[in-house]
């Protein structure tokens, strides 16, 4: 529970930090897949997108772009990161989007990019890892537009968002010219009707001989969006093509997320997870139920409860301090994941203290203790531990603090014990 002061700080903010805002959204883990499992799903549905092979070493490459069986290529790492065509790679080697024409060539840049990082304005210096790249026929652009469909938190609907201006950032066009901008509610129990599917696709710029199509595709992705447990689908650019014998209308890029509590039964889509897009900081927190995030602090969190642990994080940086990561060990914190916890944490090396903050209802105070004991102990831990024990067996918790002969800074008030950890930050 946050003290008066903590209450009376927080009001005057007015609303959670961006930090903690941020990093709340970013705690919620949502599938993203490659652009070549994009496509295979889109086929799997009936939607047109541009023929085109996966391959995973130089050799591949050459006999995908040798059964495309043209000579207008393009060839695209596959990284999950915005930015692909504009990054680099570790190498120097420039671009993660190429035009080639024919085997030889897709074979040579396939050698530039595979096994390689891919650096974008989105993945930071160390880049993101590239196993495999997408070769695929170019196609003849007409017109192109924007579509994604996403859940409405403010009606709690899915919603579809339009527009006849697509191949650029959405943000921008929302910015430059909101009007090109459409968005339709869709009430979950009727779902997509026909007759909205139709208004979707007359809102995309397309020509009247394209429209049924577009409609058609846009019923389609909506059939993903649930049948999926999508969070997201975004398809940018929505293109109008020419001269293609099957199709008029092409997804020609996809992103999609997928919500990790329906993994249960999205089995296929879940075997396409490419762990070595995510951090393996991140990855090992997954196998113990624990949300961590890394942030750029050096105040270390451990906390039960995702409110709290933002709260959290907003008290310390009101008391001048910069959190490390978020962390939230949830109702069921054991030794076990107290210590994993602290793993964690450490495996960060410019983390200069580790501050706790337990509310015990679910969870043992006491019980914790023990585990912070342990950890601190097992693990050798050489930083300071500030510790805010509160609720459930919380005189016990502390007593087996104070007799443990472990440094933990114990408090059972948030304010003085985010103080505290501050200031043996800044000493």
Known sequence: MLSRKSLSLLSKCGQLSKLSAQTARQAKRYLSIHEYRSAELLREY????????????PEEAFEAAKKLNTKELVIKAQALTGGRGKGHFDTGYKSGVHMIEGPQQAEEVAKEMLNHNLITKQTGKAGKPVSAVYIVKRVDTKH???LSILMDRQTRKPMIIASSEGGMNI???AEKNPDAIKKFSIETSEGLSPEMAKNVAKSLGFTSGAQDEAAKTVSNLY?????????QVEINPLS???HDPNHKVMCTDAKFG?????????EKIYSWRDLSQEDPDEVKAKKYDLNFVKLKGNIGCLVNGAGLAMATMDVI???GGDPANFLDCGGGATPETIKQGFELILSNKNVDAIFVNIFGGIVRCDYVALGLVEAARELEVRVPIVARLQGTKVEEGCEIIKKSGVKIYSFDELDPAAKKVVELTQG
């Open 171 to 173: 943000e921008e066009v």
């Open 317 to 319: 940086k009101l008391n």
């Open 240 to 242: 109008e093509i020419e």
């Open 223 to 231: 059939k993903i969006f649930m049948e999926r447990d999508a969070t």
């Open 258 to 266: 997928f919500d990790d509590n329906a993994s249960f039964r999205q």
């Open 46 to 57: 009936g939607i047109g997108t541009p023929e085109g092979f996966p391959a995973f070493t």
């Open 144 to 146: 192109e537009a924007y």
